[in-house]
């Protein structure tokens, strides 16, 4: 079932997006003064894959969707801060 049928889906994203970019923040990912788009990016790229391999139901092994999400995680905070 789609993440998006849970009546509260929003307010959970929003919290999630919070908790990311603290931690961006204070790990030095993004500093202080910037914006949560980089939060804002990853929860809506995390939350896509997620809905997208959790309909699948050939999917048996999720280490690999993991280690390739992750993956992708990291390529978009370093672009980020290159950019």
Same mark, same amino acid.
């Given at each position: 079932? &789609?993440?998006?049928? $849970?009546? !509260?889906?929003?307010?959970?994203? $929003?919290?999630?997006?919070?908790?990311?970019?603290?931690?961006?923040?204070? $790990? !030095?990912?993004?500093?202080? +003064?910037? /914006? /949560?788009? @980089?939060? +804002?990016? @990853? =929860? +809506?790229?995390?939350?896509? =894959?997620?809905?997208? =391999?959790?309909?699948?139901? /050939?999917?048996?092994?999720?280490? &690999?969707?993991?280690?390739?999400?992750? /993956?992708? =995680?990291?390529?978009?905070?370093? $672009?980020?801060?290159? +950019?």
């Amino acid at each position: 079932m &789609p993440f998006t049928s $849970n009546l !509260e889906f929003s307010a959970q994203l $929003n919290k999630i997006k919070k908790i990311i970019d603290f931690f961006l923040k204070s $790990n !030095e990912y993004t500093d202080e +003064g910037s /914006d /949560d788009f @980089l939060a +804002g990016y @990853l =929860v +809506g790229l995390l939350s896509g =894959v997620a809905e997208q =391999v959790g309909r699948r139901k /050939d999917i048996k092994d999720l280490d &690999p969707w993991i280690q390739t999400t992750f /993956d992708t =995680v990291i390529l978009v905070i370093n $672009n980020y801060q290159k +950019g």
